[in-house]
C-alpha cells in the first residue's frame, strides 16, 4: 500500500475501496474515486447507482464499513458533516438548507463556533463581499433569503460553504431549479472556482451539462465504477450507454400530427396558494387531442396550483375549466377522474403512491369501485391479479413480486407504476406533473416514449416540467409560466431556447409571437 507521502499532489480527493451497505443492498461496492485538485468532476449513474451514497459519505453524512478516505494526501475518518468541513469539504444540496426569514449574512454564519457570544456581521458581511467579488457570486448580504431568487439562493449556499474554507465542492443536481441563464452564470462560477484550484464534483443527469462543464467523469452502476474517463474521450451516448449498460435513444421520434378537438380549456384562472397569496392570476389556455402542451417555468412560479386546480385538489377563486365543453370548475376529484383525466403527481411518494401497499394495490386505486375490480362491496382479488401481471409486464416495472411494496421500488419503477394506473384508463387528459423528475436517462426515456404514444392515441397533455430540454422535446406547444402568470406561448418546433429563459426570468412575450392562445381564447 502506497504511503499518503507518495501521493500525486494533484490528487485532492481518494477515497479507496469504500463499502455502504444497508439492508439487503450494497450501495457502494469496493468504489475507488479520485478527483483532482482544480477539475470539475461528474459523478454519474441510474437511480440507486450508489452515487448520492458516496458523496455521503465524503461528505461525513454516512460511515463507511470499509475503505480509506484521503483528502490532500491526508487520511482522514469523518463521522459528521462538521469533521468534512473542517477536512475542506462542502456540499450544497439539491434542495437548498436555508431559512427564509434570516439574511444572507445571517445564514452564511448560521452554526458557525465563532463568533460565540457576540454577532460580529461587519466582519462576515467584508468577507462575503470578498467571496462574491472573487468568484462571481453577485449577492446582496444584507438581502433575506425569502427575496431571493432561486439562483441567488444557490450562489448563498455555494458562499456558506466557502466561507467555511471549503476546497472541495460537491454539487447534487445543481441545475435543476435553475434557468438557461441562470445556468450559464453557474458555470461561470464553477469554472472560476476551478480555475482558482477547487475541486468542483458535479452530480447531474443532465448529460449535455455534463459534457458541457466537466473535465472528467466517474460512472457508477448498481454501486460499482464502471470507468473513469476524460470528457474528450466520450460522447453523450457513450455516457448513457456505460450508465445504463445499453444504448439509450435520446432524440425520441415525434410524429407530426394534427390537433383534434378541444379538449381542455382554462379561462382566466385565479388560484391561491397554502398562504392565501395569489398564485395563479389570470391564466387561460387550451389543451386538444393529439397535442402535447408544456409549462416552462422555475420552480414556485404556480405550476404546482395550476395542476391541483385542474385536478379538483385546490379550490378556483375565480375564471372556469372546461373538459370537452362542460364546466368542471366545481367538480371533485372523484367526478374529474371518472371523466378521464389522469394525473401523473408532482411528488411520487407523497402524493402519488402509498408505501406500505403492494404494487397492486397500488395500481387499482382510482379503479376500486367499479367493476370489473370490484363487485358490489367486494373487491375482485382474482383479477386484481392479473390486471397487474399484465400492467407489470405491458410497463417493465421491475420487482420480485406484484405484493412487493411501493416503498421498496427504485424511483424508475415506482414513476411506471403511476404511469400503469393512469395510462391504463385510456385518459382523454393528461397532466403530467414533472413525470421524468429525478429519473436516469433509462427511465426518462421510457417515460417519455409513454406520454409520446398517449398522444399518438388522440390524449391531450399538459406536461408541466422544470426541465427546459424536456418541455422543448415533448411540447406541440410551449407556454411559459411567472409568478402565476403566462408571459408568452411559442410552437415547440423550434422553440429558442434563450427567448424561453428570459419569459422564464419574468420578460413578458405573451403580445408577440405565435397567437393561438389568445384567438382560442377570444373564441370561447
Given at each position: 500500500?502506497n504511503t499518503?507521502?507518495?501521493?500525486?499532489?494533484?490528487i485532492a480527493?481518494?477515497?479507496?475501496?469504500?463499502?455502504?451497505?444497508?439492508?439487503?443492498?450494497?450501495?457502494?461496492?469496493?468504489?475507488?474515486?479520485i478527483?483532482?485538485?482544480?477539475?470539475?468532476?461528474?459523478?454519474?449513474?441510474?437511480?440507486?447507482?450508489?452515487?448520492s451514497?458516496l458523496?455521503?459519505?465524503?461528505?461525513g453524512?454516512?460511515?463507511?464499513e470499509?475503505g480509506?478516505?484521503?483528502?490532500?494526501?491526508e487520511?482522514?475518518?469523518?463521522?459528521s458533516p462538521?469533521?468534512?468541513?473542517?477536512?475542506?469539504?462542502?456540499?450544497?444540496?439539491?434542495?437548498?438548507?436555508?431559512?427564509?426569514t434570516?439574511?444572507?449574512?445571517?445564514n452564511?454564519?448560521?452554526?458557525l463556533?465563532?463568533?460565540?457570544?457576540?454577532?460580529k456581521?461587519?466582519?462576515?458581511?467584508?468577507?462575503?463581499?470578498?467571496?462574491?467579488e472573487?468568484?462571481?457570486?453577485?449577492?446582496?448580504?444584507?438581502?433575506?433569503?425569502?427575496?431571493?431568487?432561486?439562483?441567488e439562493?444557490?450562489r448563498?449556499?455555494i458562499?456558506k460553504?466557502?466561507?467555511?474554507?471549503?476546497?472541495?465542492?460537491?454539487?447534487d443536481?445543481p441545475?435543476?431549479?435553475?434557468?438557461?441563464q441562470?445556468?450559464?452564470e453557474?458555470?461561470?462560477?464553477?469554472?472560476?472556482?476551478?480555475?482558482?484550484g477547487?475541486?468542483?464534483?458535479f452530480?447531474?443527469?443532465?448529460?449535455?451539462?455534463?459534457?458541457?462543464?466537466?473535465?472528467?467523469?466517474t460512472?457508477?452502476?448498481?454501486?460499482?465504477?464502471?470507468?473513469?474517463?476524460?470528457?474528450?474521450?466520450?460522447?453523450?451516448?457513450?455516457?448513457?450507454?456505460?450508465m445504463?449498460?445499453?444504448?439509450?435513444?435520446?432524440?425520441?421520434?415525434?410524429?407530426?400530427?394534427?390537433?383534434?378537438?378541444e379538449?381542455?380549456?382554462?379561462?382566466?384562472?385565479?388560484v391561491?396558494?397554502?398562504?392565501?397569496?395569489?398564485?395563479?392570476?389570470g391564466?387561460?389556455?387550451?389543451v386538444?387531442?393529439?397535442?402535447?402542451?408544456?409549462?416552462?417555468?422555475v420552480?414556485?412560479?404556480g405550476?404546482t396550483?395550476?395542476?391541483?386546480?385542474?385536478?379538483?385538489?385546490?379550490?378556483?377563486?375565480?375564471?372556469?375549466?372546461?373538459?370537452y365543453?362542460?364546466d368542471?370548475?366545481?367538480?371533485?376529484?372523484?367526478?374529474?377522474?371518472?371523466?378521464g383525466v389522469?394525473?401523473?403527481?408532482e411528488?411520487?411518494?407523497?402524493?402519488g403512491?402509498?408505501?406500505?401497499?403492494?404494487?397492486?394495490?397500488?395500481?387499482?386505486?382510482?379503479?376500486?369501485?367499479?367493476?370489473?375490480?370490484?363487485?358490489?362491496?367486494?373487491i375482485?382479488?382474482?383479477?386484481?391479479r392479473?390486471?397487474?401481471?399484465?400492467?407489470?409486464?405491458?410497463?417493465?416495472?421491475a420487482?420480485?413480486?406484484?405484493?412487493?411494496?411501493?416503498r421498496?421500488?427504485?424511483?424508475?419503477?415506482?414513476?411506471?407504476?403511476i404511469?400503469?394506473?393512469?395510462l391504463?384508463?385510456?385518459?382523454?387528459?393528461?397532466?403530467?406533473?414533472?413525470?421524468?423528475?429525478g429519473?436516469d436517462?433509462?427511465?426518462t426515456?421510457s417515460?417519455r416514449?409513454q406520454?409520446l404514444?398517449e398522444?399518438?392515441?388522440?390524449?391531450?397533455?399538459?406536461?408541466i416540467?422544470?426541465?427546459?430540454?424536456?418541455?422543448?422535446?415533448?411540447?406541440?406547444?410551449?407556454?411559459?409560466?411567472?409568478?402565476?402568470?403566462i408571459m408568452?406561448?411559442t410552437?415547440?418546433?423550434?422553440?429558442?431556447?434563450?427567448?424561453?429563459?428570459?419569459?422564464?426570468?419574468?420578460?413578458?412575450?405573451?403580445?408577440?409571437?405565435?397567437?393561438?392562445?389568445?384567438?382560442?381564447?377570444?373564441?370561447?
Amino acid at each position: 500500500m502506497n504511503t499518503p507521502t507518495a501521493r500525486q499532489p494533484d490528487i485532492a480527493v481518494e477515497m479507496r475501496d469504500i463499502v455502504k451497505r444497508f439492508p439487503g443492498v450494497v450501495a457502494n461496492d469496493h468504489v475507488t474515486f479520485i478527483a483532482l485538485r482544480g477539475e470539475i468532476h461528474a459523478l454519474l449513474g441510474e437511480n440507486g447507482a450508489g452515487k448520492s451514497t458516496l458523496m455521503n459519505v465524503l461528505s461525513g453524512l454516512y460511515t463507511p464499513e470499509e475503505g480509506e478516505i484521503f483528502i490532500n494526501g491526508e487520511k482522514v475518518v469523518f463521522h459528521s458533516p462538521r469533521d468534512a468541513i473542517a477536512a475542506g469539504v462542502g456540499m450544497v444540496h439539491q434542495h437548498f438548507r436555508l431559512v427564509p426569514t434570516l439574511t444572507v449574512i445571517e445564514n452564511v454564519i448560521l452554526g458557525l463556533d465563532d463568533p460565540k457570544f457576540r454577532l460580529k456581521l461587519e466582519g462576515a458581511r467584508a468577507k462575503i463581499q470578498s467571496l462574491s467579488e472573487q468568484y462571481g457570486l453577485k449577492i446582496d448580504p444584507d438581502a433575506f433569503i425569502w427575496q431571493l431568487s432561486v439562483g441567488e439562493q444557490q450562489r448563498v449556499e455555494i458562499i456558506k460553504a466557502l466561507y467555511r474554507g471549503a476546497q472541495i465542492l460537491i454539487l447534487d443536481e445543481p441545475t435543476a431549479v435553475l434557468t438557461p441563464q441562470e445556468t450559464e452564470e453557474l458555470f461561470r462560477t464553477l469554472r472560476s472556482m476551478a480555475e482558482k484550484g477547487h475541486t468542483i464534483i458535479f452530480i447531474s443527469h443532465k448529460l449535455d451539462e455534463v459534457m458541457a462543464i466537466a473535465d472528467r467523469v466517474t460512472v457508477l452502476r448498481q454501486g460499482k465504477v464502471v470507468a473513469t474517463v476524460a470528457i474528450d474521450e466520450v460522447n453523450k451516448e457513450k455516457l448513457a450507454e456505460m450508465m445504463v449498460g445499453r444504448p439509450v435513444i435520446f432524440r425520441i421520434e415525434k410524429p407530426e400530427i394534427e390537433p383534434g378537438e378541444e379538449v381542455l380549456r382554462v379561462e382566466d384562472l385565479h388560484v391561491r396558494n397554502d398562504k392565501g397569496l395569489p398564485a395563479l392570476q389570470g391564466v387561460s389556455f387550451v389543451v386538444r387531442e393529439h397535442e402535447i402542451v408544456g409549462v416552462a417555468g422555475v420552480s414556485g412560479n404556480g405550476q404546482t396550483e395550476l395542476a391541483e386546480a385542474l385536478y379538483g385538489l385546490r379550490p378556483v377563486e375565480k375564471g372556469r375549466i372546461f373538459l370537452y365543453g362542460r364546466d368542471i370548475t366545481q367538480a371533485s376529484t372523484r367526478d374529474i377522474i371518472r371523466e378521464g383525466v389522469a394525473q401523473i403527481p408532482e411528488d411520487r411518494h407523497r402524493e402519488g403512491s402509498v408505501g406500505n401497499m403492494g404494487i397492486s394495490e397500488n395500481l387499482i386505486m382510482k379503479h376500486y369501485r367499479r367493476s370489473p375490480v370490484s363487485r358490489g362491496p367486494l373487491i375482485d382479488w382474482g383479477y386484481v391479479r392479473d390486471f397487474a401481471r399484465k400492467l407489470v409486464k405491458r410497463f417493465n416495472i421491475a420487482a420480485p413480486s406484484i405484493h412487493t411494496k411501493a416503498r421498496l421500488l427504485s424511483g424508475g419503477n415506482l414513476q411506471k407504476l403511476i404511469l400503469a394506473r393512469e395510462l391504463s384508463s385510456e385518459p382523454g387528459l393528461i397532466i403530467a406533473m414533472h413525470p421524468t423528475q429525478g429519473l436516469d436517462v433509462g427511465a426518462t426515456e421510457s417515460v417519455r416514449k409513454q406520454l409520446l404514444e398517449e398522444r399518438e392515441k388522440g390524449a391531450g397533455i399538459l406536461l408541466i416540467s422544470e426541465d427546459l430540454d424536456e418541455v422543448m422535446q415533448l411540447s406541440d406547444r410551449i407556454l411559459v409560466i411567472y409568478e402565476g402568470q403566462i408571459m408568452g406561448e411559442t410552437p415547440g418546433e423550434g422553440a429558442d431556447r434563450n427567448e424561453i429563459g428570459l419569459m422564464m426570468a419574468g420578460e413578458n412575450r405573451s403580445g408577440t409571437g405565435d397567437t393561438s392562445l389568445q384567438r382560442n381564447t377570444s373564441n370561447a
